[in-house]
């Protein structure tokens, strides 16, 4: 048998953790993550931290522009509420889920990054009955 080298196992490891933070957040929200996403943990900690995000937000980030992550969520969701979508980005809104799509975007130590932020937010009451 084989040995595996380094590189394969982080791979592993790497595939194994982002199958399950993608699956686990359409399984908490109900909604399909972007495919072309990556979770980010360390700007999202820092933004429920400064009380910008409810500790329940899911943020993901992907180098695919706003328009084309938009247009993903505005086939995903049923029965959305649309609100400020332009060339930046925007809200969805299903039920109780936000989807917010934004880019470029801002961090919280003032940096401008020139990828797609994606934030998934469970609202505390229904916005579409």
């Not at 409810?54 to 938009?70: E, G, I, L, M, R």
């Amino acid at each position: 048998m084989k040995n595996l080298s380094g590189m394969n196992i982080i791979f592993t490891v790497v595939f194994i953790a982002g199958f399950f933070s993608y699956s686990y957040a359409e399984e908490k929200y109900g909604v399909k993550v972007y495919p072309n996403s990556k979770q980010d943990k360390i700007f999202c900690k820092s933004f429920k931290e400064k009380s910008i995000f409810p500790p329940s937000a899911a943020c993901y980030t992907t180098n695919d522009n706003p328009d084309k992550v938009v247009e993903f969520y505005k086939r995903e969701l049923k029965n959305q509420i649309i609100e400020n979508i332009n060339k930046t980005g925007g809200s969805l809104i299903q039920g109780n889920v936000n989807v917010s799509v934004q880019g470029p975007w801002d961090d919280t130590n003032g940096s401008v990054h020139n990828n797609t932020y994606i934030t998934i937010i469970k609202l505390y009451t229904s916005a579409v009955k």
